[in-house]
DNA sequence: AGGTCGACCTGGCAGC
DNA sequence: TGCTGCCAGGTCGACC
């Protein structure tokens, strides 16, 4: 589910709640979503006080006072909800010192929550490519990355090693920005559309936080809100319908196994 | 070495 | 109603 900017949306409002919370007690509806035993992953979070709450890519990571961190990835339909109200498919319930709570739900469970004493201790950051909204993130890095690869670009903008953060649906989106055809090769990339590509993605991501998110199904803030900007997407699940620049029907393709949406006629 | 594909899960929806 | 098949925001490991 979430991509970058639904999980950013996570990690502001976790952080405007939680920091000096100390967890309490902790309780295993589900252990299939914790990746190391749950004995250890409670003893390791009792008594410890949230410090920060940080994203990279799309896990959030809870700094804990021992050092340590909580890495939460939620993947398709994992959910961080503040005070909420549990279900079945809440997996687990954190309480705090304080009478507050916090509750991961995940319908599908294939969301993954561990602590670590460093963050290199999981595999999915070693590969991760430069936040696109931070200052690594360069229009001649990324041309670099383009340059050297014969992959459609719809498939680089998914590569977690190209950059971090972006999915299925920002990655259509992205494209329709940039009048870019997703099927078009990275190394065959003209300069001016490579900038386009490189501005957009930051536009389409800075905008989509500034919306709180794309709600297509699952995802939810940590107050339990949907997001609004699948109201404003281009032509992500948008098969049948009217480009809205041209009014031709988008189409649906697939690439790499998954669904790509785009104008045939605006996008080159 | 780089890239694609199925597996991991649950559930909603369309079609029959 | 109930079945089947397809689809879903992600990531990993097996395989080509």
Do not use: W
């Amino acid at each position: 589910m979430p991509e970058l900017p639904e999980v950013e949306t996570i990690v502001r409002d976790l952080h405007s709640t939680l920091p000096q919370k100390v967890f309490s007690a902790i309780t295993i509806h589900d252990p299939l979503v914790l990746r190391q035993p749950g004995q250890e992953f409670v003893r390791r979070l009792k008594g410890r006080a949230i410090k920060d709450i940080t994203r990279r890519g799309k896990a959030v990571i809870i700094h804990l006072s021992s050092g340590e961190s909580l890495i939460v990835q939620v993947m398709m339909t994992g959910q961080l909800i503040v005070n909420g109200l549990s279900d079945r498919h809440t997996r687990l319930t954190f309480k705090f010192s304080d009478g507050t709570s916090l509750l991961y739900k995940d319908q599908r469970r294939f969301g993954q929550l561990r602590v670590v004493a460093g963050i290199d201790e999981v595999k999915y950051f070693h590969v991760l490519g430069p936040e696109p909204l931070s200052k690594d993130f360069t229009l001649e890095g990324m041309r670099r990355g383009l340059l050297h690869s014969g992959r459609p670009v719809k498939n680089l903008l998914l590569d977690h090693s190209f950059v971090a953060g972006i999915g299925n649906i920002y990655a259509c989106e992205i494209l329709f920005r940039s009048r870019l055809s997703p099927k078009r090769l990275g190394r065959r990339l003209r300069r001016n559309e490579a900038e386009a590509v490189f501005k957009n993605i930051r536009k389409v991501l800075k905008e989509a936080i500034r919306h709180r998110g794309s709600s297509m199904r699952n995802y939810r803030d940590a107050a339990g809100a949907k997001g609004r900007f699948n109201e404003r997407l281009s032509v992500y699940a948008r098969a049948g319908e009217p480009c809205p620049a041209c009014q031709k029907p988008i189409v649906r393709i697939i690439q790499a196994g998954r669904s790509t949406f785009y104008c045939r006629h605006c996008q080159k």
